[in-house]
């Protein structure tokens, strides 16, 4: 089974002194969709 799983770190809104969020994505192989693994608020 190929998982595909990205980390990315963003900024809700577009106030540029909020906290950065952590959101980790998973892509099966099979279907190809993207699913919210993981969110870390606040985290660096």
């Known amino acids: 089974m190929d998982v595909e799983i990205l980390?990315?770190?963003?900024?809700?809104?577009?106030?540029?002194?909020?906290a950065l969020t952590t959101m980790v994505l998973e892509r099966d192989g099979l279907g190809g969709g993207w699913r919210l693994r993981e969110s870390l608020a606040g985290a660096a």
């Open 7 to 18: 980390q990315v770190q963003v900024r809700l809104g577009s106030n540029r002194n909020s």
